[in-house]
Nanobody
């Protein structure tokens, strides 16, 4: 079983920054897709940023230029650097990893952007 553990969420004021981490129980290079999703209250879960084949990156239009996805293979860890945070970024952020047939999810970490 793959384990994904997120950390780094919290309360931040608009314009602030946070860095989320996702620690995986095995090599991050063993996944076809690795990335971040988020879900705001009463809204559907949406893609934020992903690696495809551990090299190609994809970002939601709403976060382009503000968020950066990265990874550290030696630490089996995925990161999401979030800058210039806005109230609409408030959500639970989930780490996601996928193989050919199986998706794996972390438990999520809360990000709240509020004055």
């Amino acid at each position: 079983q793959v384990q994904l553990v997120e950390s780094g969420g919290g309360l931040v004021q608009p314009g602030g920054s946070l860095r989320l981490s996702c620690a995986a129980s095995r090599s991050i290079f063993s996944f076809n897709v690795l990335g971040w999703y988020r879900q705001a209250p009463e809204k559907e879960r949406e893609l934020v940023a992903t690696f495809t084949s551990a090299i190609t990156t994809t970002y939601a239009d709403s976060v382009k230029g503000r968020f950066t996805i990265s990874r550290d293979g030696a630490k089996n860890t995925l990161y999401l650097q979030m800058n210039r945070l806005q109230p609409e970024d408030t959500a639970v952020y989930y780490c996601h990893a996928r193989t050919g047939f199986t998706s794996h999810w972390g438990q999520g970490t809360q990000v709240t952007v509020s004055s």
